[in-house]
């Protein structure tokens, strides 16, 4: 089984290519989904966060208030390493439960969709890493016009992970890079590009 890594900075079009990868045959675990089960009303992780955060950050039916979360996070660094510390071990756990369980269902190629995976885990712990990136002007763009969101809201969400340059950098211990997909163009040409990474995996899982 081939165990991958899937990443890139907010609004890169790495969800896009996720939904490819398992168009084309890959089991996908979403880090995101994973974070949204930990985070159940009544659930260990829900607790901790109120406990650090308050109960304002619950809304009335028990679910967290996420936007008023990523509000106070994304202003303040030291609550942003205490959210993470809460809900990162939490998240990993679980993810390691359904990559086991995928590999004696015999899965050939699991990508773990990890929007923070330089920020929190070892990328070199996986067998490749794909990195899907795009020019921060165009990040802004689509956080801008597609999303909604005001430049200033658009600003903090990118400068709250790191820059998508020292990622693309990084170097694994046989000193392999990240497997790029830059997506700078259109969907035609990501599409493009995503299939040509996709077949290097399936010829790295049948290697």
């Known amino acids: 089984m081939l165990n991958v890594a899937l990443t890139g900075n907010i609004a890169a079009g790495k969800s896009t290519v996720a939904d490819l990868f398992r168009r084309w045959g890959a089991v996908v675990l979403d880090a995101d989904q994973l974070v949204r089960e930990v985070q159940a009303p009544g659930s260990a992780v829900s607790q901790a966060i109120v406990r650090r955060f308050g109960p304002g950050v619950i809304l ?7 936007a008023r979360l990523r509000g106070i996070v994304m202003t303040d660094s030291e609550a942003r390493l205490a959210l993470g510390a809460i809900v990162h071990p939490a998240v990993e756990e679980r993810r390691q439960a359904r990559l086991s369980e995928a590999r004696r269902r015999g899965a050939r190629i699991v990508v773990s969709d990890i929007p923070l995976l330089f920020e929190a885990l070892d990328p070199a712990a996986f067998d490749a890493v794909v990195l899907v990136d795009a020019p921060e002007p165009t990040r802004l763009q689509r956080l801008v016009w597609d999303r909604g969101l005001g430049e200033a809201e658009a600003r903090r969400l990118m400068t709250a992970q790191l820059p998508s340059a020292t990622k693309r950098a990084w170097r694994g211990p046989r000193g392999e890079g990240p497997i790029m997909i830059d997506n700078d163009r259109g969907l035609v040409e990501l ?6 990474v996709w077949e290097d995996l399936v010829a790295r899982a049948d290697a």
């Open 191 to 196: 599409e493009e590009r995503a299939r040509a």
């Open 60 to 66: 009335p039916d028990g679910q967290l208030d996420r």
